[in-house]
């Protein structure tokens, strides 16, 4: 079935570098595209979303990046810094379907070497 | 503003019982959902309430159940458990504006364990 998933289970980096974190999406209605940030006995936390009319959105120090043509969503995180260690899920919603329904991939654990 | 409560944090069941979680949503938050998340299945969702009614269903057995209460309160409600059932159940909430993508706000989550 069409879902939302992730190229990289794991991903280390080393304090102070930049870090990105990819997913890949299959269904071309999706138009809503969300990441989140989960820590270690926590919910989910909202880090930037992004819709199908925009390529690329920033905030702060998180850049969200949308290429509709290959259907891929990358993250990135600069000057990485232990705190965002954690699992990363990317989440879709298409136009039309319930708000409620988010599509998400799988994770990728986010190690963030001092 | 406070952020989405979810109560109790902890249970332990064992099979067969039934288990009642519930979700206190963000002020002025219409909408709520609810999620499962297992390390093999990742978060799934359950299903979603606004207005006192169910607007979309995930695809999970009958024995998994919900309600919204007027002042947007939700509860999710587990029947005959199973050990597969044990997971972390997730509430999110968001404003509810129909067919407009909203983001959704995640509760701490309720850790169900099933013996």
């Given amino acids: 079935g069409e879902n939302v998933g992730l190229h990289l289970p794991t991903l280390s980096v080393q304090e102070g570098d930049n870090s990105i974190i990819n997913c890949a999406y299959s269904n071309s209605a999706s138009d809503y595209f ?7 006995g926590k919910g989910p936390q909202f880090i930037i979303d992004i819709r199908s009319n925009m390529d690329k959105r920033q905030g702060q120090r998180v850049t969200v ?7 891929h969503l990358s993250l990135q995180i600069a000057a990485t810094q232990p705190g965002d260690s954690a699992v990363y899920f990317c989440a879709e919603n298409r136009y039309g379907g319930s708000q409620g329904n988010l599509i998400f991939g799988k994770g990728t654990k986010l190690s963030v070497k001092p | 503003k406070a952020g989405v409560t979810q109560t109790p944090r902890y249970l332990i ?7 009642t979680l ?5 002020s002025g938050h219409r909408s709520v959902s609810w999620y499962q998340q297992t390390p093999g299945q990742g978060l799934q969702f359950l299903f979603e309430y ?3 009614t169910q607007r ?3 695809n999970f ?9 007027s002042n947007s309160r939700s509860e999710m409600n587990v ?6 059932d044990s997971a972390l159940y997730l509430c999110a909430s968001s404003i509810g504006l129909a067919g407009f993508q909203e983001t959704q706000y995640f509760g701490p989550g309720t850790r169900l364990l099933v013996l």
């Fill in chain 2, 13 to 19: 069941k064992t099979r067969g019982q039934q288990v």
């Fill in chain 1, 34 to 40: 969300i990441w989140y940030k989960q820590e270690s």
């Fill in chain 1, 65 to 71: 990046l949308l290429n509709k043509t290959v259907k």
């Fill in chain 2, 22 to 26: 519930s979700c206190s949503p963000i």
């Fill in chain 2, 50 to 52: 606004f207005s006192e």
């Fill in chain 2, 61 to 69: 057995p009958g024995r998994f159940s919900g309600r919204q209460f």
């Fill in chain 2, 56 to 58: 979309n269903k995930g």
């Fill in chain 2, 79 to 84: 029947s005959t458990l199973e050990l597969g």
